[in-house]
Protein backbone atom coordinates (compact mmCIF):
# COMPACT_ATOMS: atom_id res chain seq x y z
CA UNK A 1 0.00 0.00 0.00
CA UNK A 2 1.48 3.39 -0.67
CA UNK A 3 0.34 6.32 1.23
CA UNK A 4 0.56 9.67 -0.57
CA UNK A 5 -0.12 12.02 2.63
CA UNK A 6 -0.56 14.72 0.32
CA UNK A 7 -3.32 12.83 -1.89
CA UNK A 8 -4.80 11.94 1.72
CA UNK A 9 -5.21 14.89 3.18
CA UNK A 10 -4.18 15.23 6.31
CA UNK A 11 -5.13 15.53 9.71
CA UNK A 12 -3.89 11.87 10.14
CA UNK A 13 -6.72 9.55 12.08
CA UNK A 14 -5.51 10.15 15.87
CA UNK A 15 -6.64 6.91 18.20
CA UNK A 16 -7.58 4.65 15.47
CA UNK A 17 -11.37 4.08 16.46
CA UNK A 18 -13.74 5.89 14.53
CA UNK A 19 -15.22 3.99 11.83
CA UNK A 20 -15.65 6.88 9.47
CA UNK A 21 -13.92 5.79 6.38
CA UNK A 22 -12.59 8.48 5.80
CA UNK A 23 -11.04 9.42 8.36
CA UNK A 24 -10.16 5.21 9.30
CA UNK A 25 -8.14 4.87 6.14
CA UNK A 26 -4.45 3.99 6.45
CA UNK A 27 -5.18 2.22 10.42
CA UNK A 28 -6.15 -0.93 9.49
CA UNK A 29 -3.41 -2.95 8.69
CA UNK A 30 -3.52 -5.11 5.24
CA UNK A 31 -2.21 -8.51 6.33
CA UNK A 32 -2.50 -10.48 9.84
CA UNK A 33 -1.57 -8.29 12.82
CA UNK A 34 0.26 -10.74 15.29
CA UNK A 35 -0.74 -10.51 18.41
CA UNK A 36 0.62 -8.82 21.06
CA UNK A 37 0.77 -11.97 23.65
CA UNK A 38 2.88 -14.03 20.75
CA UNK A 39 6.03 -14.86 22.74
CA UNK A 40 7.70 -15.16 19.89
CA UNK A 41 7.56 -11.30 18.99
CA UNK A 42 11.09 -10.38 19.44
CA UNK A 43 12.17 -13.62 17.96
CA UNK A 44 9.96 -12.74 14.70
CA UNK A 45 11.32 -9.28 14.90
CA UNK A 46 14.98 -10.57 14.38
CA UNK A 47 14.61 -13.12 12.27
CA UNK A 48 13.23 -10.92 9.40
CA UNK A 49 15.03 -8.07 10.72
CA UNK A 50 18.38 -10.64 9.66
CA UNK A 51 16.89 -12.01 6.60
CA UNK A 52 16.67 -8.49 5.30
CA UNK A 53 20.35 -7.47 6.44
CA UNK A 54 21.42 -4.65 4.29
CA UNK A 55 18.94 -3.83 2.34
CA UNK A 56 17.35 -2.27 5.78
CA UNK A 57 18.00 0.21 7.75
CA UNK A 58 15.57 1.20 11.06
CA UNK A 59 15.35 4.35 12.67
CA UNK A 60 13.99 5.12 16.08
CA UNK A 61 12.79 8.14 17.88
CA UNK A 62 13.65 8.16 21.25
CA UNK A 63 10.52 8.46 22.53
CA UNK A 64 9.04 5.09 20.94
CA UNK A 65 8.70 2.16 23.52
CA UNK A 66 11.43 0.06 24.90
CA UNK A 67 10.08 -3.24 22.87
CA UNK A 68 10.37 -1.17 19.46
CA UNK A 69 14.00 0.74 20.16
CA UNK A 70 15.71 -1.80 20.87
CA UNK A 71 15.34 -3.03 17.15
CA UNK A 72 16.28 0.93 15.59
CA UNK A 73 20.08 0.85 14.20
CA UNK A 74 19.94 4.46 15.04
CA UNK A 75 18.03 6.54 17.67
CA UNK A 76 17.92 10.14 17.95
CA UNK A 77 16.07 13.42 18.39
CA UNK A 78 14.31 14.46 14.89
CA UNK A 79 17.51 16.31 13.78
CA UNK A 80 19.42 13.31 13.93
CA UNK A 81 17.13 10.92 12.56
CA UNK A 82 16.87 13.05 9.48
CA UNK A 83 20.59 13.33 9.09
CA UNK A 84 20.60 9.55 9.35
CA UNK A 85 18.14 9.04 6.56
CA UNK A 86 19.90 11.31 4.63
CA UNK A 87 23.28 9.32 5.18
CA UNK A 88 21.93 6.16 4.23
CA UNK A 89 21.59 5.88 0.23
CA UNK A 90 22.92 1.81 0.22
CA UNK A 91 19.25 1.03 2.32
CA UNK A 92 16.47 -0.22 0.09
CA UNK A 93 13.86 -0.02 2.99
CA UNK A 94 14.21 2.90 5.77
CA UNK A 95 11.34 1.90 8.51
CA UNK A 96 10.89 5.03 10.61
CA UNK A 97 9.97 3.82 14.08
CA UNK A 98 8.14 7.33 14.85
CA UNK A 99 5.54 9.53 13.61
CA UNK A 100 4.22 10.56 10.19
CA UNK A 101 6.31 13.71 9.94
CA UNK A 102 9.16 11.99 10.40
CA UNK A 103 8.66 9.59 7.81
CA UNK A 104 8.11 12.04 5.53
CA UNK A 105 11.11 13.92 5.78
CA UNK A 106 12.88 10.66 6.02
CA UNK A 107 10.81 10.32 2.61
CA UNK A 108 12.27 13.75 0.94
CA UNK A 109 15.81 13.36 2.07
CA UNK A 110 16.02 9.80 0.59
CA UNK A 111 16.58 9.09 -3.32
CA UNK A 112 14.15 7.48 -5.42
CA UNK A 113 15.46 3.74 -5.03
CA UNK A 114 14.32 3.72 -1.42
CA UNK A 115 11.22 3.35 0.52
CA UNK A 116 10.14 4.61 3.55
CA UNK A 117 7.74 2.46 5.77
CA UNK A 118 5.44 3.87 8.79
CA UNK A 119 4.91 0.61 10.26
CA UNK A 120 1.25 1.88 11.76
CA UNK A 121 -0.08 4.41 9.52
CA UNK A 122 -2.12 6.33 12.58
CA UNK A 123 1.30 7.25 14.20
CA UNK A 124 0.43 11.07 13.47
CA UNK A 125 1.25 14.26 15.83
CA UNK A 126 -1.45 15.87 17.39
CA UNK A 127 0.76 19.03 16.88
CA UNK A 128 1.05 18.82 13.13
CA UNK A 129 -2.21 18.18 12.63
CA UNK A 130 -2.70 22.26 14.10
CA UNK A 131 -1.37 23.75 10.90
CA UNK A 132 -2.91 22.77 7.49
CA UNK A 133 -1.82 24.08 4.04
CA UNK A 134 -4.59 25.68 3.28
CA UNK A 135 -4.62 27.47 6.92
CA UNK A 136 -0.96 28.65 6.28
CA UNK A 137 -1.97 29.97 2.68
CA UNK A 138 -4.85 31.91 4.21
CA UNK A 139 -2.53 32.98 6.93
CA UNK A 140 0.58 34.08 4.33
CA UNK A 141 -2.58 36.03 2.92
CA UNK A 142 -3.53 38.21 5.30
CA UNK A 143 0.36 39.03 5.90
CA UNK A 144 0.36 40.33 2.14
CA UNK A 145 -2.86 42.63 3.02
CA UNK A 146 -0.56 43.79 6.03
CA UNK A 147 1.94 44.49 3.89
CA UNK A 148 4.78 42.07 5.76
CA UNK A 149 4.52 38.96 3.62
CA UNK A 150 7.52 40.83 1.91
CA UNK A 151 9.61 40.97 4.88
CA UNK A 152 8.69 38.16 6.43
CA UNK A 153 10.73 34.51 6.54
CA UNK A 154 8.32 31.32 6.97
CA UNK A 155 9.76 28.83 9.51
CA UNK A 156 7.70 25.55 10.01
CA UNK A 157 9.26 23.17 13.25
CA UNK A 158 9.55 19.63 11.55
CA UNK A 159 6.81 18.93 13.55
CA UNK A 160 4.43 20.20 10.64
CA UNK A 161 2.94 18.26 7.08
CA UNK A 162 5.48 17.94 4.09
CA UNK A 163 3.55 20.66 2.30
CA UNK A 164 4.05 23.10 5.35
CA UNK A 165 7.55 22.44 4.81
CA UNK A 166 7.00 22.67 0.88
CA UNK A 167 5.54 26.35 2.01
CA UNK A 168 7.99 27.54 3.62
CA UNK A 169 10.77 26.34 0.92
CA UNK A 170 8.69 28.03 -1.87
CA UNK A 171 8.99 31.76 -0.29
CA UNK A 172 12.53 31.66 1.33
CA UNK A 173 11.86 29.99 4.60
CA UNK A 174 13.54 26.70 6.28
CA UNK A 175 12.68 24.17 8.84
CA UNK A 176 14.07 24.23 12.55
CA UNK A 177 14.13 21.19 14.98
CA UNK A 178 14.52 21.35 18.73
CA UNK A 179 17.99 21.22 18.29
CA UNK A 180 18.84 23.97 16.39
CA UNK A 181 15.81 26.57 16.42
CA UNK A 182 18.09 29.16 17.86
CA UNK A 183 20.31 29.01 14.87
CA UNK A 184 17.11 28.74 12.34
CA UNK A 185 15.71 31.95 13.94
CA UNK A 186 19.03 33.50 13.82
CA UNK A 187 19.52 33.00 10.15
CA UNK A 188 15.83 33.87 9.63
CA UNK A 189 16.00 36.96 10.49
CA UNK A 190 19.12 37.98 8.60
CA UNK A 191 16.69 37.21 5.42
CA UNK A 192 13.99 39.24 6.58
CA UNK A 193 12.84 41.61 9.25
CA UNK A 194 10.01 39.20 10.93
CA UNK A 195 9.61 35.35 11.29
CA UNK A 196 6.59 33.29 10.86
CA UNK A 197 6.99 30.75 12.73
CA UNK A 198 4.81 27.43 12.51
CA UNK A 199 3.15 25.25 13.71
CA UNK A 200 4.60 24.91 17.53
CA UNK A 201 4.30 28.20 19.58
CA UNK A 202 6.25 27.36 22.62
CA UNK A 203 9.15 26.33 20.79
CA UNK A 204 9.11 29.57 19.24
CA UNK A 205 8.59 32.02 22.44
CA UNK A 206 10.49 29.80 24.22
CA UNK A 207 13.80 30.30 21.76
CA UNK A 208 12.81 34.12 20.36
CA UNK A 209 12.99 35.25 24.03
CA UNK A 210 15.10 32.82 25.90
CA UNK A 211 17.81 32.23 23.07
CA UNK A 212 17.73 35.43 20.46
CA UNK A 213 16.69 38.18 23.55
CA UNK A 214 13.69 39.00 21.79
CA UNK A 215 10.56 40.41 24.45
CA UNK A 216 7.52 38.94 25.20
CA UNK A 217 5.84 41.68 23.22
CA UNK A 218 7.45 41.51 20.16
CA UNK A 219 5.70 38.01 20.02
CA UNK A 220 2.00 38.04 18.67
CA UNK A 221 -0.13 34.57 18.39
CA UNK A 222 -1.89 33.89 15.62
CA UNK A 223 -4.93 31.87 15.78
CA UNK A 224 -5.97 30.20 12.60
CA UNK A 225 -9.45 30.01 13.82
CA UNK A 226 -10.17 33.69 14.05
CA UNK A 227 -10.43 36.05 11.19
CA UNK A 228 -7.38 37.56 10.10
CA UNK A 229 -5.76 35.49 13.15
CA UNK A 230 -7.50 37.15 15.53
CA UNK A 231 -4.68 40.09 15.13
CA UNK A 232 -5.54 43.45 14.13
CA UNK A 233 -3.02 44.73 10.99
CA UNK A 234 -0.74 47.14 13.68
CA UNK A 235 -0.09 44.38 15.89
CA UNK A 236 1.51 42.00 12.83
CA UNK A 237 3.19 45.43 11.81
CA UNK A 238 4.60 45.90 15.36
CA UNK A 239 4.91 42.45 15.95
CA UNK A 240 8.91 40.36 15.00
CA UNK A 241 7.66 37.32 15.36
CA UNK A 242 4.36 35.78 14.68
CA UNK A 243 3.75 32.53 16.33
CA UNK A 244 1.45 30.35 15.51
CA UNK A 245 -1.72 29.18 17.78
CA UNK A 246 0.08 25.32 18.03
CA UNK A 247 1.05 23.21 20.98
CA UNK A 248 2.10 19.82 21.99
CA UNK A 249 -0.44 18.11 23.83
CA UNK A 250 1.91 15.98 25.72
CA UNK A 251 4.50 18.96 27.07
CA UNK A 252 1.59 21.12 26.95
CA UNK A 253 0.77 19.07 30.30
CA UNK A 254 3.94 20.51 32.50
CA UNK A 255 2.76 23.27 34.27
CA UNK A 256 5.01 26.20 36.38
CA UNK A 257 3.45 24.81 39.41
CA UNK A 258 4.96 21.21 38.90
CA UNK A 259 8.39 22.90 38.96
CA UNK A 260 7.41 24.66 42.26
CA UNK A 261 6.11 21.12 43.34
CA UNK A 262 8.95 18.62 42.66
CA UNK A 263 11.44 21.64 43.83
CA UNK A 264 9.85 21.49 47.15
CA UNK A 265 9.92 17.68 47.28
CA UNK A 266 13.30 16.84 46.06
CA UNK A 267 15.95 19.44 47.75
CA UNK A 268 18.81 20.32 44.78
CA UNK A 269 16.76 18.72 42.05
CA UNK A 270 17.30 19.46 38.11
CA UNK A 271 14.36 20.39 36.54
CA UNK A 272 15.19 19.50 32.37
CA UNK A 273 12.80 20.56 30.20
CA UNK A 274 11.96 20.10 26.84
CA UNK A 275 11.53 23.64 24.57
CA UNK A 276 7.88 22.43 24.10
CA UNK A 277 6.98 22.87 26.82
CA UNK A 278 5.30 26.39 27.78
CA UNK A 279 7.45 29.68 28.46
CA UNK A 280 6.12 29.83 32.35
CA UNK A 281 8.14 26.24 32.78
CA UNK A 282 10.71 26.88 30.39
CA UNK A 283 11.34 29.77 32.57
CA UNK A 284 11.51 28.02 35.91
CA UNK A 285 13.41 24.86 34.35
CA UNK A 286 17.64 24.87 35.34
CA UNK A 287 18.12 23.51 31.72
CA UNK A 288 16.40 23.00 28.48
CA UNK A 289 16.19 21.06 24.90
CA UNK A 290 15.83 18.79 22.04
CA UNK A 291 15.68 15.04 23.72
CA UNK A 292 19.36 14.08 22.51
CA UNK A 293 20.66 16.97 24.75
CA UNK A 294 18.57 15.72 27.80
CA UNK A 295 20.31 12.30 27.45
CA UNK A 296 23.65 13.97 27.17
CA UNK A 297 22.86 15.84 30.30
CA UNK A 298 21.66 12.86 32.23
CA UNK A 299 25.44 11.01 30.82
CA UNK A 300 27.31 14.00 31.66
CA UNK A 301 25.36 14.30 35.04
CA UNK A 302 27.24 13.01 38.82
CA UNK A 303 26.14 10.30 40.50
CA UNK A 304 23.51 10.67 43.29
CA UNK A 305 22.22 13.81 41.30
CA UNK A 306 18.57 14.58 41.04
CA UNK A 307 16.57 15.07 37.95
CA UNK A 308 12.30 16.09 37.14
CA UNK A 309 12.46 15.66 33.56
CA UNK A 310 9.69 17.38 31.45
CA UNK A 311 9.74 15.29 28.58
CA UNK A 312 7.54 12.00 27.35
CA UNK A 313 7.68 9.02 29.35
CA UNK A 314 9.02 6.55 27.36
CA UNK A 315 12.28 8.40 27.31
CA UNK A 316 12.09 9.54 31.46
CA UNK A 317 11.32 5.50 32.01
CA UNK A 318 14.68 4.73 29.84
CA UNK A 319 16.61 6.84 31.45
CA UNK A 320 15.80 6.55 34.85
CA UNK A 321 16.39 2.44 33.39
CA UNK A 322 19.95 3.80 32.00
CA UNK A 323 20.93 5.90 35.27
CA UNK A 324 20.47 3.73 37.80
CA UNK A 325 22.81 5.71 39.81
CA UNK A 326 21.01 9.20 39.34
CA UNK A 327 17.53 9.92 40.50
CA UNK A 328 15.44 10.25 38.04
CA UNK A 329 11.49 11.24 38.11
CA UNK A 330 8.99 12.56 35.56
CA UNK A 331 8.35 16.23 35.83
CA UNK A 332 4.13 15.91 36.27
CA UNK A 333 2.79 13.98 39.21
CA UNK A 334 0.52 11.86 36.73
CA UNK A 335 1.90 10.05 33.36
CA UNK A 336 1.71 10.93 30.27
CA UNK A 337 3.01 9.36 26.78
CA UNK A 338 2.49 10.73 23.72
CA UNK A 339 -0.03 8.13 22.27
CA UNK A 340 0.67 8.37 18.81
CA UNK A 341 4.18 7.59 19.30
CA UNK A 342 2.94 4.57 21.41
CA UNK A 343 0.75 3.18 18.47
CA UNK A 344 4.55 1.69 16.79
CA UNK A 345 4.55 -1.01 19.07
CA UNK A 346 6.31 -4.55 18.24
CA UNK A 347 3.32 -6.20 16.94
CA UNK A 348 3.26 -3.46 14.18
CA UNK A 349 7.12 -4.04 13.72
CA UNK A 350 6.79 -7.36 13.18
CA UNK A 351 4.22 -7.22 10.75
CA UNK A 352 6.41 -4.33 8.46
CA UNK A 353 9.69 -6.11 8.98
CA UNK A 354 8.09 -9.77 8.15
CA UNK A 355 5.95 -8.26 5.17
CA UNK A 356 9.14 -6.53 3.24
CA UNK A 357 11.12 -9.67 4.08
CA UNK A 358 8.46 -11.95 2.37
CA UNK A 359 9.10 -9.07 -0.86
CA UNK A 360 5.31 -7.13 0.17
CA UNK A 361 5.88 -3.52 0.40
CA UNK A 362 3.27 -2.04 3.24
CA UNK A 363 2.34 1.19 4.51
CA UNK A 364 4.73 3.35 2.33
CA UNK A 365 5.18 7.05 2.98
CA UNK A 366 5.77 9.27 0.14
CA UNK A 367 5.39 12.94 -0.83
CA UNK A 368 4.45 14.38 -4.43
CA UNK A 369 7.11 15.12 -6.34
CA UNK A 370 7.06 18.90 -5.97
CA UNK A 371 6.03 18.92 -2.81
CA UNK A 372 9.65 17.00 -2.23
CA UNK A 373 11.40 19.27 -4.36
CA UNK A 374 10.26 22.46 -2.41
CA UNK A 375 10.30 20.53 1.52
CA UNK A 376 14.13 19.74 0.52
CA UNK A 377 14.39 23.26 -0.01
CA UNK A 378 13.74 23.95 3.06
CA UNK A 379 15.05 21.49 5.28
CA UNK A 380 18.48 21.38 3.03
CA UNK A 381 18.59 25.06 4.16
CA UNK A 382 17.95 23.70 7.67
CA UNK A 383 20.81 21.22 7.01
CA UNK A 384 23.71 23.58 6.23
CA UNK A 385 23.08 25.42 8.79
CA UNK A 386 26.64 26.91 10.54
P1 LIG B 1 13.12 16.14 19.36
O1 LIG B 1 13.41 14.69 19.47
O2 LIG B 1 13.67 16.69 18.08
O3 LIG B 1 13.59 16.88 20.56
O4 LIG B 1 11.54 16.34 19.23
C1 LIG B 1 10.65 16.00 20.21
C2 LIG B 1 9.32 15.69 19.66
O5 LIG B 1 8.30 16.07 20.16
C3 LIG B 1 9.25 14.88 18.50
O6 LIG B 1 7.94 14.71 18.19
FE1 LIG C 1 3.67 15.38 18.35
FE2 LIG C 1 4.07 16.04 20.91
FE3 LIG C 1 3.85 13.48 20.22
FE4 LIG C 1 6.04 14.89 19.52
S1 LIG C 1 5.40 14.36 21.59
S2 LIG C 1 4.87 13.49 18.22
S3 LIG C 1 5.11 16.91 19.16
S4 LIG C 1 2.25 15.06 20.05
Redesign the pocket.
Known amino acids: MVVSTTQIGLPLFVLGQSKDPHSERGVDCPGELPPASDPALVQRARRAKAALGDRLFVLGHH?QRDEVIQFADVTGDSFKLAREAAARPDAEFVVFC??H?MAESADILTGDHQKVVLPDLAA?????DMATFDQVEECWEVLEDAGIAGVTVPVTYM?SSADIKAFCGRNGGAVCTSSNAKRALTWAFEQGEKVLFLP?QHLGRNTAVLELGLSLSDCVVYNPHRPNGGLTEAQLRDAKIILWKGH????GRFTAESVDDVRERVPGVNVLVHP?CRHEVVTKADYVGSTEYIIKRLQEAPAGSSWAIGT?LNLVKRLATMFPDKNVSFLDKTVCY????NRIDLPHLVWALESLAAGTLVNQITVDEDTTHWAKVALDRMLALP
Open positions: YGVFGCSMANDCSVHEECSTM
